[in-house]
Nanobody
């Protein structure tokens, strides 16, 4: 069973920064790693993704402010969040995705709360 554990969330003022971390219990080198967020009353949103080859994708709402990175040697991914706004308030979740043996596999962490005050 893959375990993903997020950390680094908290309360920050608008304009501030946070760095989220996600630790995986298994090797992530072949996986696409993603950060999603879920705000109250809103659909879950893909925030950023990084493929195993290092290609990145960002939602328009965070492009230029957030940066995803990974450390395959330590099975970690990160989300550096700058210029935070109250609209970034949400639970941030880590997701690991892999296509293997003809099937898609994905695992989710429990999430870490990010609250941005105005």
């Amino acid at each position: 069973q893959v375990q993903l554990v997020e950390s680094g969330g908290g309360l920050v003022q608008a304009g501030g920064s946070l760095r989220l971390s996600c630790a995986s219990s298994t090797n992530i080198s072949l996986k696409t790693m993603e950060w999603h967020r879920q705000a109250p009353g809103k659909q879950r949103e893909l925030v950023a993704a990084m493929t195993s080859s290092g290609s990145t994708t960002y939602s328009d709402s965070v492009k230029g402010r957030f940066t995803i990175s990974r450390d395959n040697a330590n099975n970690m991914i990160y989300l550096q969040m700058n210029s935070l706004t109250p609209q970034d308030t949400a639970v941030y979740l880590c997701n690991a995705v892999q296509f293997a043996s003809g099937e898609w596999y994905e695992d989710w962490g429990q999430g870490t709360q990010v609250t941005v005050s105005s």
